[in-house]
């Protein structure tokens, strides 16, 4: 009879990284459920754990063996495996040789194709005990990760070392070996708190056993919540209300990977420190001690954080103490580099860009803060902004790379550029400028919101891409070490985000001109297109634009992101409509046509005396009258309602090929029908080439 079973394993390792572990965690947890249903053993469900020292899997209900199965193998046709006295073919002795049966042990197979010798074989399920060791192996040796340690004086290679391997079924240890490590029941709690092994009578024990007797909470979405819970009654008590902890969630995610059991306390710094722009508070808070701002009920910071600890500490006022300190001495450190950066200009700065290389080929910071500044202006004339303005923050965009406090925190480069611009005075839509320049810097994050801010960040990313494809560099597989596809992905959202009618077959060659002094030679940009195209196409997928609906728009060879946007999403609403099937026929059909006429016109311009049938004259008719109306709408960039316009020709089209015949002997008619043709496709050519829709 078939039994369950929960089943458990527990990785216990060195600290494991605290940003991934969440998604190494569910790596772990897939590899297992894809391995078990190969080995066709059925279970319940599968509950993963994950802390900083551990990774581990809790499989509810597994089988305890695999179900037996009858195989029915398939070999050579009957009339071919035997001769005419019944003696077996090479064919058929070698097809029972291979499954170690004599040819006399094979059975006829039938069906409705004719009839085949076989072999069916009973194969007995091994039981789930057996199986696991190996799974186990296999998960660890092959998870997909970015980076493998080797530790020791063996091959193993994991994230992190690996200590040891526990391992039961229901109740039962599995007695192996795993990658050199001896398999048992014990667990160890936390390092600190409760540093000793914990025996586990039972698989389905562990989480409750780790934390009541062992100081740990392994379940990481349980541990994620009980933080951010603790984290808002600790300032509901501290604050009375009146304050709100910033609970960032990539944040969190990070804490809850560091800690195995949270214990979460608030601190203060001096009131002193709020005189500093909020950004640098938040980065020595958030991202160099792995604090909780607070803020009140406006938004505006106080002078309040909240720590959370991995340990429970017999006198919290002494940890809560030395986090202040700590905090406090990076506090002040950045208010004298915030204090010191003051004292140097901007313009002082710039020259100071000289002493940073951007790239070997490409020149200094300073090379590049000049093509910055020619490239914006250019892009300021194309959106009717001050030229002057854009000039200078060109050229001062990356001069906050200079201070002290970027050197400090660089994660506020453009940031401390604004507050600079600001204290010198400069235009404040320059200052906006610096600080947006970098926006977006991942997925999902926002875009810049000022038009100087726009046609900075445009210059800054198309600068970059030019310059490496300009020196050969292109990236390959994974590696993309300088971010050439997240700037591609940024330039595109802003453009067509903000709505921008700006063509990159203009801009891009402008670009690459003020590389003139540094380059040998001009560089071909055709390759730039290619990736810039092949980013766009992913960008458009996330978009839910169809595959087939980019490739029509991009056919044209559109190199205006906002324009081509719009074609897009116009003709993907288009593609749903009746009519799009019949036209997108038709229009291969006119293409095909006109593709395979290699003949020298003799007229250039259509000539109505020569049609032959009612159909031609509509036709015509159609065309010209849409074309007066497609004129319009396309310069209105009114695309969707081109299509729409496009569709009333469905019917002119089909008459036209059911009662004409194009390729007639009659040459002056023949090449008539061939300009009314060539103009039909130019129709069709307005928004897309409609005949590559699917």
């Known amino acids: 009879m078939m039994t369950t079973d929960d089943f458990l394993v527990e990785l216990y390792t060195e600290e494991l990284p605290p940003k991934s572990l969440h998604a190494l965690s569910i790596l772990f947890s897939n590899a297992m459920r894809e391995r078990l249903e190969k080995a066709s053993l059925s279970f319940d469900e599968i509950e993963a754990f994950a802390t900083p020292r551990r990774l581990a899997l809790l499989v509810r209900g597994l089988v305890s063996k695999q179900e037996d199965q009858v195989i029915e193998r398939k070999g050579p046709a009957k009339a071919a495996a035997f001769d005419a006295e019944g003696m077996p073919s090479k064919a058929c002795v070698g097809f029972a040789r291979s499954y170690g049966v004599s040819p006399d042990e094979l059975i006829t197979i039938q069906n409705g194709q004719g009839e085949w010798v076989g072999l069916r074989q009973k194969i007995v399920g091994q039981p789930t005990i057996a199986l696991l060791p190996d799974m186990i192996a296999e998960c660890i040796t092959t998870l997909p990760l970015p980076k493998r340690m080797r530790w020791g004086s063996g091959d193993l290679q994991f994230i992190r070392p690996i200590h040891a391997i526990s391992m039961l079924y229901g109740s039962e240890i599995i007695d192996a070996n795993i990658l050199g490590f001896h398999v048992h029941r014990q667990v160890i709690g936390h390092r600190f708190l409760s540093p000793h092994e914990i025996i586990l009578p039972h698989a389905s024990s562990y989480a409750e056993l780790l934390e009541k007797q062992g100081h740990v909470i392994p379940d990481f979405n349980k541990r994620l919540e009980l933080i951010r819970s603790e984290i808002e009654q600790c300032i509901a008590t501290t604050l009375k209300g009146k304050g709100l902890a910033l609970i960032q969630d990539d944040l969190l995610n990070e804490v809850t990977g560091l800690v195995e059991w949270p214990v979460v306390l608030c601190g203060k710094f001096d009131d002193v420190f709020l005189d500093l722009p909020e950004e640098v508070l938040i980065a020595a808070m958030q991202d160099h001690q792995r604090y909780f701002p607070v803020v009140d009920q406006t938004g505006h910071l106080l002078s309040y954080f909240v720590i959370v600890s991995n340990i429970e500490s017999k006198d919290p006022a002494r940890v809560i103490h030395g986090n202040e300190r700590v905090l406090r001495a990076r506090l002040a450190d950045a208010a004298f580099f915030y204090d010191v950066d003051h004292h140097t200009s901007l313009d002082q700065r710039l020259l100071q860009l000289k002493g940073i290389v951007y790239q070997d080929k490409l020149g200094t910071m300073f090379d590049k803060a000049h093509r910055l500044s020619d490239l914006t202006v250019y892009l300021a004339d194309k959106m009717d902004l001050d030229q002057a303005v854009a000039k200078r923050a060109g050229l001062l965009a990356k001069t906050d790379l200079t201070t002290q406090m ?88 802003i453009l067509i985000e903000r709505q921008m009618n700006l063509n990159l077959n203009e801009i891009i060659p402008f670009a690459l001109s003020r590389y003139k002094a540094l380059l040998d030679q001009p560089s071909n940009t055709s390759r730039l297109f290619e990736f810039i195209k092949d980013r766009w196409r992913s960008f458009s997928l996330e978009q839910s634009i169809d595959a087939d609906v980019f490739a029509a728009v991009l056919a044209l060879e559109i190199f205006n992101p906002y324009d081509g946007h719009l074609r897009m999403l116009a003709v993907q609403s288009f593609k749903n409509r009746e009519e799009a099937q019949s036209l997108a026929t038709a229009n291969k059909r006119v293409s095909h046509i006109l593709a395979k006429y290699a003949g020298k016109l003799q007229s250039n311009a259509i000539d109505p005396k020569f049609f032959e049938h009612d159909s031609e004259q509509k036709l015509y008719d159609q065309l010209h009258k849409k074309s007066k109306q497609f004129k319009q709408l396309h310069e209105a960039g009114h695309y969707d309602e081109v299509l729409l316009q496009l569709a009333e020709l469905r019917k002119p089209i089909d008459d036209f090929f059911d009662h004409v015949l194009v390729m007639t002997d009659d040459i002056p008619r023949r090449e008539n029908r061939i300009l009314l043709l060539t103009q039909l496709r130019e129709l069709f050519l307005q928004v897309a080439d409609i005949a590559l829709l699917q």
């Open 406 to 493: 970027v050197g400090e925190f660089p994660e506020l480069q453009g940031t401390m550029g604004y507050y600079y611009a600001k204290a010198a005075e400069e235009p404040l839509d320059l200052a906006y400028a610096l600080k947006e320049q970098y926006l977006p810097r991942f997925a999902g994050d926002q875009i810049p919101e000022h038009p100087l801010a726009c046609a900075l960040a445009i210059a800054d990313r198309l600068d970059t891409l030019v310059g490496r494809f300009a020196t050969g560099y292109e990236p390959s597989g994974d590696k993309d070490p300088y971010g050439l596809r997240r700037a591609v992905f940024g330039l595109l959202r």
